[in-house]
């Protein structure tokens, strides 16, 4: 047996080949996070929310890497919860709307080639069955599980509401 013979060098192989596994391991977990939070786009930001903000799981290990940004020119380096998510909160939510995200108000729009069909209840419950469930609520702060579980009390409802709106020409504003 291999135990009764401790001084045996496969010990020691087997020791080293752990290690590089677990610092390989490592080295990809902490580089694969950083490369997909850079590349984060609207579906993933929830995501990265929903790893963010579930408890730990060894309650040791950094759960966000070390995150760097440009403020004022110069770049920082967030190491501490608190600086990251000053970071990540900017970035995500500037204070300042991108330049040239707001349209212009002296654009002349073309008339609209149709007219908007008017909406049935079976358009409205089969697109209350289609909502993620577990997506961040909107500004009216509903969850979408409620919407589509509750979808046969909402239906008519929803319907007499959005009917309103298309004959009235009146939309909700950003």
């Known amino acids: 047996m291999l135990n009764n013979r401790p001084s045996d060098p496969i010990h020691a192989q087997s020791t080293a080949a752990k290690k590089a596994y677990k610092k390989a391991i490592e080295y990809n977990k902490k580089h694969h996070w950083r490369d997909w939070l850079e590349k984060a786009e609207d579906p993933d930001i929830w995501i990265a929310h929903r790893y963010i903000s579930a408890p730990a799981m060894d309650r040791s290990a950094t759960r966000i890497p070390v995150l760097k940004a440009a403020r004022n020119g110069k770049e920082v380096t967030a190491s501490t919860n608190k600086d990251k998510s000053q970071i ?3 970035t995500f939510f500037p204070a ?3 330049s040239g995200a707001l349209p212009d108000p002296e654009q002349i729009y073309p008339e609209p080639v149709c007219t908007l069909n008017n ?3 079976n358009q409205i419950r089969r697109h209350l069955g289609r909502l993620k ?3 961040a609520p909107g500004p009216d702060t509903i969850p979408n599980i409620v919407l589509s579980k509750c979808a046969d009390l909402l239906v008519n409802r929803l319907f007499h509401i959005y009917s309103a709106i298309l004959k009235l020409g009146i939309y909700y504003g950003p």
């Open 88 to 90: 990540l909160a900017h």
């Open 96 to 98: 300042q709307p991108p």
């Open 119 to 121: 909406i049935t209840r």
């Open 133 to 135: 469930p577990y997506k």
